[in-house]
């Protein structure tokens, strides 16, 4: 193979590259993460995103969280939540397998970005809804200023089963959620789902890891590349007079 072929062929690997990184959600931003946590019997949710995309995904006004100045006063949050995250996704339809299941709130909780609550894995999550990290202070931001974690829980349920999140149609954008999941404890896949107005989060139990079709032919198409670049180093090597008698 020419030098110049060699040029194209490298030219083709790299568009490629840049076709196939889209399509895996490795290039857009997320708004963001769900983590998922199953059972044999048992199926955990829970939300991190900021406080403010919680009204436009799930329709509810969010007034009842912040004073009258539209501030919110964080050591509010020490005492029981599980009230306020049912009220917040009073919206929202969770369905596992073809039965319709009552999702009950395990907290609602709000962090500045200060706080940078680790947010992935279930004890994480676990963590981040329930403990309130807050000090007295005279500072009050607005939901625009804080994330917003949620946690919810179906019991019993069939934890291997396929579990849908509907929401309600409210006008808004897109939403691109960060999805892990786990069963008993491991973590079984990571993905991004971009969720559109009125959509539903569908996840399945247990993902088999599979190679994504542009990314199979790309690991192809580099191996080609590099078998071509040493079998022409070989030859070179070879046909070079410091080999000849």
């Known amino acids: 193979m020419t030098y110049k072929a060699m040029t194209l062929l490298k030219l083709i690997v790299l568009r490629l590259v840049l076709a196939v990184?889209?399509?895996?959600?490795?290039?857009?931003?997320?708004?963001?993460t769900v983590i998922i946590s199953r059972t044999a019997t048992s199926i955990d949710v829970f939300?991190?995103?900021p406080a403010d995309v919680i009204?436009?995904?799930?329709?509810?006004?969010?007034?009842?969280?912040?004073?009258?100045?539209?501030?919110?006063?964080?050591?509010?949050?020490?005492?029981?939540?599980?009230?306020?995250?049912?009220?917040?996704?009073?919206?929202?339809?969770?369905?596992?397998?073809?039965?319709?299941?009552?999702?009950?709130a395990i907290a609602l909780m709000l962090h500045t970005d200060d706080d940078d609550i680790p947010f992935a894995a279930p004890w994480d999550?676990?963590?981040a809804v329930t403990l309130c990290s807050v000090s007295y202070s005279n500072e009050f931001p607005t939901?625009?200023?804080?994330?917003?974690?949620?946690?919810?829980?179906?019991?019993?349920?069939?934890?291997?089963?396929?579990?849908?999140?509907?929401?309600p149609e409210t006008g808004r954008d897109q939403i691109r959620f960060e999805v892990i999941e786990f069963m008993d404890?491991?973590?079984?896949?990571?993905?991004?789902?971009?969720?559109?107005?009125?959509?539903?989060?569908?996840?399945?139990?247990?993902?088999?890891?599979?190679?994504?079709p542009l990314m199979l032919g790309l690991l192809i198409a580099?191996?080609?590349?590099?078998?071509?670049?040493?079998?022409?180093?070989?030859?070179?090597?070879?046909?070079?007079?410091?080999?000849?008698?």
């Open 125 to 127: 999550a676990l963590m």
């Open 55 to 104: 009204a436009p995904l799930t329709g509810t006004d969010l007034t009842f969280l912040t004073q009258d100045d539209g501030t919110v006063d964080l050591r509010d949050f020490r005492v029981e939540t599980a009230p306020l995250g049912d009220r917040v996704f009073a919206p929202v339809a969770f369905n596992v397998g073809v039965n319709a299941v009552d999702a009950q």
């Open 185 to 212: 404890g491991d973590r079984i896949a990571s993905h991004m789902i971009i969720l559109d107005d009125g959509g539903t989060l569908q996840l399945g139990a247990v993902y088999k890891p599979v190679i994504h």
């Open 47 to 49: 939300f991190k995103m």
């Open 21 to 32: 990184l889209p399509s895996l959600g490795m290039a857009s931003p997320i708004d963001g």
């Open 222 to 245: 580099c191996v080609c590349v590099c078998g071509i670049s040493i079998a022409q180093q070989s030859n070179r090597r070879l046909t070079s007079p410091l080999f000849d008698d």
């Open 143 to 167: 939901l625009a200023d804080v994330q917003s974690y949620l946690g919810y829980s179906m019991y019993p349920v069939v934890g291997t089963a396929l579990l849908n999140i509907t929401f």
